[in-house]
Nanobody, 119 residues
Framework: VQLVESGGGLVQAGGSLRLSCAAS????????MGWYRQAPGKQRELVAEITTGDSIDYADSVKGRFTISRDNAKNTVYLQMNSLKPEDTAVYYCKAVVVPYGAYSDNYWGQGTQVTVSS
C-alpha cells in the first residue's frame, strides 16, 4: 500500500492550496483518512480527518479555513486550504487506516509535501 501526496508549494498569506493524497496497492478497504502537519521543531499534529461515514474533525486552528473531503472510488483524500497564514507552514502528511487484502488494518503514511506560506 502506498500513499502519494501532491499539491504543496509556496503561497502568499491569504492564498489557497489544494492537497491530494491517493492510496494504491492491494487495498480491500480504507477507513479513516486524514491530514497531519509538522512544523520545524514541533510535534506532528492532526489537521483534519474524515471517516467512511463522512464524519469530520478539524483542528481548532484551521476550522473555517480548511476543508477535507474524500473520493472513495479513487481512494483519494483532499485538503482545500484557504486563507492561509504563515503559521500554516509545515510538511503535510496524509494518513489512511487501510485494510489490505490478506492483512489486518494498519496505519499508512504518505511521504509528506511541503507547504510554505510567506507573509
Amino acid at each position: 500500500v502506498q500513499l502519494v501526496e501532491s499539491g504543496g508549494g509556496l503561497v502568499q498569506a491569504g492564498g489557497s492550496l489544494r492537497l491530494s493524497c491517493a492510496a494504491s496497492g492491494r487495498i480491500k478497504s480504507i477507513n479513516t483518512m486524514g491530514w497531519y502537519r509538522q512544523a520545524p521543531g514541533k510535534q506532528r499534529e492532526l489537521v483534519a480527518e474524515i471517516t467512511t461515514g463522512d464524519s469530520i474533525d478539524y483542528a481548532d486552528s484551521v476550522k473555517g479555513r480548511f476543508t477535507i473531503s474524500r473520493d472513495n472510488a479513487k481512494n483519494t483524500v483532499y485538503l482545500q486550504m484557504n486563507s492561509l497564514k504563515p503559521e500554516d507552514t509545515a510538511v503535510y502528511y496524509c494518513k489512511a487506516v487501510v485494510v489490505p487484502y490478506g492483512a489486518y488494518s494498519d496505519n499508512y503514511w504518505g511521504q509528506g509535501t511541503q507547504v510554505t506560506v510567506s507573509s
